[in-house]
């Protein structure tokens, strides 16, 4: 059997499965749920994969929102895909990123490749992965095991429009405490020490860092507590601050520098510091070319096209917890349009994934993972591969 017959087969398959799968995409986004919290949206996905003869294992590997979805070929297995499901939403945003569209085009893509799986040896997985948002799910996941068994990772991202390679950086997320002590701000003013000042000083250091940083790094934040009154001294600031870079060498690198920026903040009013990792540091990506060529080959198929303006094709620099999958397996995570004004967080862009434009995606995106899961596999196959990054 062609290649080209086996597409129509996975075309056929997911036209059939695609009201479901629109059932499921406005399912996640009515309910949206925050990262380490999505028990029912887990049970969603697992729900619709389950139905389609997937063996599913959720909670998976001690999370009881991941999971992992598992169709075996009636005979030897030569080629393991996995598609990769998100599903965890923004504070206050709730799908403002899209990741209902990421986990309903994962369930479709797998879906329709499994109706080639038998002829082609192809084993066909959905790996669930919670806290993308921060969470660094991915990479807990990671560290158990959760992608041995792949030869190839995909998953495809929503966005403004169509942008086939993913460029994130590497990032770290902290969250910083300042610990000073109380008293009365006009009665007793020496017994205190400001906690709010220090987080004060450490921003203007880094506001003044920002001058001697190389070009295309990132460092930002947000203060999450600042005191409880005007006429108290702050005894305990809490912040949340990102700090991006190209490559995970430079990213640490750059966090000693900007340590020593909220360090300053102690060291000026006698607060005590705790920075905490909010979860591993995200990797850069490790794109595979090959498949990525394949990928835009069926998505120009499907009569989309990657001439698009640049100013709004900027959310491939994203950072992903994709980029510690792909150090380990072949993957890909391109993003796929879904029309409009507006951008990725803000809360327009959560109404854009709902509606025509946002199927259209849906579709054209679950079509094109799974005619790109298919190619690789077959040439790698034919190849004696898979070969995975040394």
């Given at each position: 059997?062609?290649?080209?017959?086996?597409?129509?087969?996975?075309?056929?398959?997911?036209?059939?499965?695609?009201?479901?799968?629109?059932?499921?995409?406005?399912?996640?986004?009515?309910?949206?749920?925050?990262?380490?919290?999505?028990?029912?949206?887990?049970?969603?996905?697992?729900?619709?994969?389950?139905?389609?003869?997937?063996?599913?294992?959720?909670?998976?590997?001690?999370?009881?929102?991941?999971?992992?979805?598992?169709?075996?070929?009636?005979?030897?297995?030569?080629f393991t895909v996995g598609f990769l499901a998100e599903y965890d939403a923004l504070p206050g945003l709730g799908h403002a990123c899209g990741h209902n569209l990421i986990s309903a085009m994962a369930v479709g893509a797998a879906i329709a490749l499994a109706a080639v799986a038998d002829e082609t040896g192809i084993a066909v997985e959905v790996i669930g992965t919670p806290a993308e948002e921060g969470g660094g799910g991915k990479i807990v996941?990671?560290?158990?095991?959760?992608?041995?068994?792949?030869?190839?990772?995909?998953?495809?991202?929503?966005?403004?429009?169509?942008?086939?390679?993913?460029?994130?950086?590497?990032?770290?997320?902290?969250?910083?405490?300042?610990?000073?002590?109380?008293?009365?701000?006009?009665?007793?003013?020496?017994?205190?020490?400001?906690?709010?000042?220090?987080?004060?000083?450490?921003?203007?250091?880094?506001?003044?860092?920002?001058?001697?940083?190389?070009?295309?790094?990132?460092?930002?934040?947000?203060?999450?507590?600042?005191?409880?009154?005007?006429?108290?001294?702050?005894?305990?600031?809490?912040?949340?601050?990102?700090?991006?870079?190209?490559?995970?060498?430079?990213?640490?690198?750059?966090?000693?520098?900007?340590?020593?920026?909220?360090?300053?903040?102690?060291?000026?009013?006698?607060?005590?510091?705790?920075?905490?990792?909010?979860?591993?540091?995200?990797?850069?990506?490790?794109?595979?070319?090959?498949?990525?060529?394949?990928?835009?080959?069926?998505?120009?198929?499907?009569?989309?096209?990657?001439?698009?303006?640049?100013?709004?094709?900027?959310?491939?620099?994203?950072?992903?917890?994709?980029?510690?999958?792909?150090?380990?397996?072949?993957?890909?995570?391109?993003?796929?349009?879904?029309?409009?004004?507006?951008?990725?967080?803000?809360?327009?862009?959560?109404?854009?994934?709902?509606?025509?434009?946002?199927?259209?995606?849906?579709?054209?995106?679950?079509?094109?993972?799974?005619?790109?899961?298919?190619?690789?596999?077959?040439?790698?196959?034919?190849?004696?591969?898979?070969?995975?990054?040394?």
């Amino acid at each position: 059997m062609t290649s080209d017959v086996r597409k129509q087969r996975i075309a056929e398959r997911l036209t059939a499965a695609f009201p479901e799968l629109v059932a499921l995409s406005d399912d996640l986004h009515a309910h949206p749920e925050l990262g380490w919290e999505e028990h029912r949206s887990s049970a969603a996905v697992a729900a619709a994969l389950r139905a389609h003869g997937f063996a599913v294992e959720h909670p998976y590997l001690g999370f009881d929102t991941a999971l992992c979805a598992r169709v075996e070929p009636s005979g030897p297995t030569r080629f393991t895909v996995g598609f990769l499901a998100e599903y965890d939403a923004l504070p206050g945003l709730g799908h403002a990123c899209g990741h209902n569209l990421i986990s309903a085009m994962a369930v479709g893509a797998a879906i329709a490749l499994a109706a080639v799986a038998d002829e082609t040896g192809i084993a066909v997985e959905v790996i669930g992965t919670p806290a993308e948002e921060g969470g660094g799910g991915k990479i807990v996941l990671l560290e158990r095991g959760a992608f041995a068994n792949l030869d190839l990772a995909l998953m495809a991202h929503p966005a403004p429009v169509d942008v086939a390679e993913a460029r994130p950086f590497a990032v770290t997320h902290w969250h910083v405490q300042y610990d000073g002590r109380a008293a009365h701000a006009a009665a007793y003013p020496e017994r205190g020490v400001n906690a709010n000042d220090a987080l004060l000083i450490a921003q203007v250091a880094l506001g003044l860092l920002r001058q001697q940083l190389p070009a295309g790094v990132r460092v930002h934040g947000v203060q999450t507590r600042g005191g409880e009154a005007p006429n108290a001294i702050p005894e305990r600031t809490e912040a949340r601050w990102y700090v991006r870079a190209e490559t995970t060498e430079q990213l640490i690198d750059l966090e000693a520098r900007v340590r020593a920026c909220f360090a300053a903040g102690a060291l000026a009013t006698g607060a005590e510091l705790t920075i905490t990792p909010e979860s591993e540091r995200y990797a850069e990506m490790r794109t595979d070319e090959e498949t990525l060529d394949r990928y835009r080959a069926n998505l120009r198929a499907l009569g989309r096209s990657f001439d698009v303006d640049p100013a709004a094709a900027t959310m491939n620099r994203a950072s992903t917890d994709m980029g510690n999958v792909s150090q380990i397996v072949p993957a890909i995570h391109p993003y796929i349009g879904v029309g409009g004004d507006a951008s990725n967080h803000q809360p327009a862009f959560a109404a854009a994934c709902v509606g025509e434009l946002a199927e259209r995606a849906l579709r054209d995106g679950a079509t094109a993972l799974a005619w790109t899961a298919l190619d690789t596999a077959i040439a790698r196959t034919a190849q004696g591969m898979p070969i995975r990054p040394a």
